[in-house]
Structures are given as C-alpha cells and as structure tokens.
C-alpha cells in the first residue's frame, strides 16, 4: 500500500469510528457539555467537521489562511445528520485532494504557518490532522461515560 492510500485509509477509519461514536449519542445528550467552558457533543462534532475543512484550506495555501471565512459560520445547530450532510462535500473534496498528491508531495511539499511558528512536511501534516479527530473522539468517550451512557464499539 503506498502512503497516500494509506494516509487516505487513516482518515476514512477514523471519521468511520468517530460516525460510529457520534451517531450512538442519544440527541438529548447534544447539548450537554462537563463544564461551563467545554464544548457541547455537538459543538465538539461540528469542531471536527469543519477543523477538516479549515485545515484542508490551510494545505490548499501551503499554510497561509488569508481572509478565510469559515461555511460553518452561520449555520445552526441542529441534529447529527444536518452536521454530516452539511460537511459531505466539503469531505469528499478533502480526500480528493490527498488522492491527488504524489508520494514525493509527501515529503517535499512544505507546509508553512508562519503565526503559529509551524512548519511541517505534507505528510506529517496529514496525519497530525487526522489525530486532531481521534483526540475529540477519545474526549467525546469520556463526556459519554461522565453522562453514564453505553459507549459505542469504536473498537473493531
């Protein structure tokens, strides 16, 4: 397997455990957050689903975000299922991009975020990214066990 499919594989495993996770989530718990300052379960969702996007810009510009104006901006709360068709496209798009990159991109396409003092190779980025989705996974199973509820199977 070349690192591209396999980088493309990290992704899909992990949105697939983290839909698995979001979707065992009874909708009156979506609200709910441990702490004044925390994320709501849907807040956190949505956090996931549009870093995505926001991090797919930032490869796009090999790091400069410029004027970004998110699409999430004004869009409501509502249920689990508006939140993943919202960011369908916006998905698919994302991993048309990594499919799109050579093994060499990997490794030579820099990206550069000069705000925060970051610069990564490609690759490295990707899979910093896809572990910004396990971390929230990891913490949603914890809001859920705080709350006393069955925690999905994300393990198979």
Do not use: C
């Amino acid at each position: 397997m070349t690192a591209v499919k396999n980088i493309v594989l990290n992704f899909s495993e992990t949105r697939r455990r983290s839909i698995n996770l979001w979707e065992g989530i009874p909708d009156e718990y979506l609200n709910w957050k441990p702490d004044k300052d925390a994320f709501t379960i849907i807040e956190m969702i949505r956090h996931v689903l549009e870093g995505e996007h926001l991090f797919h810009r930032i490869i796009e510009n090999r790091g400069n975000l410029g004027d970004y104006q998110s699409p999430w901006k004004d869009l409501k709360y509502k249920n689990l299922q508006n939140e993943l068709q919202f960011a369908e496209n916006f998905r698919n798009e994302f991993l048309s991009m990594i499919k799109g990159f050579s093994e060499s991109d990997l490794d030579t396409v820099k990206i550069e975020r000069k705000e925060v003092g970051q610069s990564k190779k490609l690759g490295d980025y990707l899979n910093r990214m896809v572990y910004h989705e396990s971390v929230h996974t990891g913490q949603l199973l914890s809001y859920l066990r705080i709350i006393g509820i069955d925690r999905p199977q994300i393990w198979d």
